[in-house]
């Protein structure tokens, strides 16, 4: 066993992890299989598990030796997985994205040959930031009523979506990046992660660069989809609008992803495990189809990707669908004219005639990511004030704190974020949660912080959360009411 160009090789053959997954895993990665098999494509399956059938059979959803396997092997191709819903373990998917690093997800979304869509001429390609905001789902219940979820947002995150994104659009020969965000409410977390990208773009004069508020591009892309080229998002709104681009193209049954790291790589359809149609030998699996020749163009096997793909756009002329697609073939009958038309495929004349398809495809998407910024530290900032959240259940009356203590005021008190104290000018309909800000005009010290919260505790009010209130210079590191 070798290592050539950072992939495993065993006997000529690259070696990549195998994950199928649960529901309709088994058979579309089955198809898989089956295309790889006729056309003796070099690789080397090492099948691992995860999800929902290995959390039954092993008692864990994603065993240390189905991550260790793709550490080793540094690509992967994934079946999708189950995950309960509302209790019961994490999703496996971003926990495969956490351990390994996987910051981007790249999903194509272009139109199929002879799938009708609402949009004929759609080659968008979505990068969705794939470890931070809400997605590492770190979460608490404040107070019986009220739950919290962090959304996190670094410098170090921006920075390797953004160029990452940039790195990605210049090998594609894109023309155009634009960042998508809601910095407009989320000025602090978008806005750095908008920041980021103006500050990156500035290395890219030869690209359109511009901005979006999601809000806006949804409709956007509802109604005129072909002017965007490259979309660049934070993770929960890529997630959204990655699925709408997938709408845009057909159907979620052709969408297909990959997750990217510095090192690793895992390739999976967009779409679920979908138990109502498992072991019905009707899924489509289309999708992982086109995760798998893009995973073969990452590992610079492009000519076997392109046969495959070829193929494939073969069963759509001439009509061979699955169900989800109006059609009647079964996803086995659905491979074997997908390989039947291998078979009539000219495999010499390809990659040097088909320009556009050297465009786009015959590039790997792994980039480097160089210059990742370094770690500021705080050591300039100041401590000002401190916001204590607390569980508060009387709405007729206020809790009894103190208006001033030591050098800290009582700035406001607020519910839901809207200020309730000192003045109460909102109708808003009170829940159990408040917040209640205390600012000094000088740096104090964290002892007086601890007097306060005792101060409190004493009076028998439970305090959910602190949030310690820095400033540096003159500017606060907390937003404003
Ligand atoms: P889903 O994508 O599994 O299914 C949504 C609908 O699309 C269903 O009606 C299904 O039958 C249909 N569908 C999906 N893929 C299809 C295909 N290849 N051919 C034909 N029809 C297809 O979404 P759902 O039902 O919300 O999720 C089911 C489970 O999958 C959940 O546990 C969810 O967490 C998980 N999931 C896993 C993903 C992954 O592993 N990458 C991604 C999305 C969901």
Redesign the pocket.
Known sequence: MNKTNDFVIDEGKYVVSLIR?D???YE?IDSVLKIFDYIKVPIKFEEVFA??DCYNKFGTPLPKETLESIKRNKVAL????????GSGFK???VAIRKYLDLFANVRPSKTLPNISSKYNNLNLIVIRENIEDTYPAVEYYQTPDVVQTLRITSRQGSYMINKFAFELAKKLQRKRITCVHKANIHKFSDGMFLNTFYEISKDYPDFIVDDIIVDNLCMQLVKNPEVFDVLVLPNIFGDIVSDLCAGLVG???LAYSANIGLKYAVF??????????ANKN???????ILASTYMLKYLNLNSYAYIIEQALFKNFENGIF???LNGNYSTTEFTDHLIKNIKNIDKHAFIDNDKDYNKDNNKQSKVNIENIPFLKDSKNWELIGVDIFIEWNDTEKLPNIPLEFSNLKLNFISNRATKIYPEKISDITLVNWYRCRYLANNNIDFDTIKELMDNFVKKGIRISQIELLYKEGNQNMFSEE
């Open positions: 997954g529901g309709i895993g579309i999800g929902l994934k079946g999708p997985t189950t995950t309960p819903k999703s496996v998917n159907s979620l049954g999976e359809a967009v779409h679920g495990s979908a138990p109502d149609i009707i899924a489509n699996p289309t999708a992982i699955t169900k989800d």
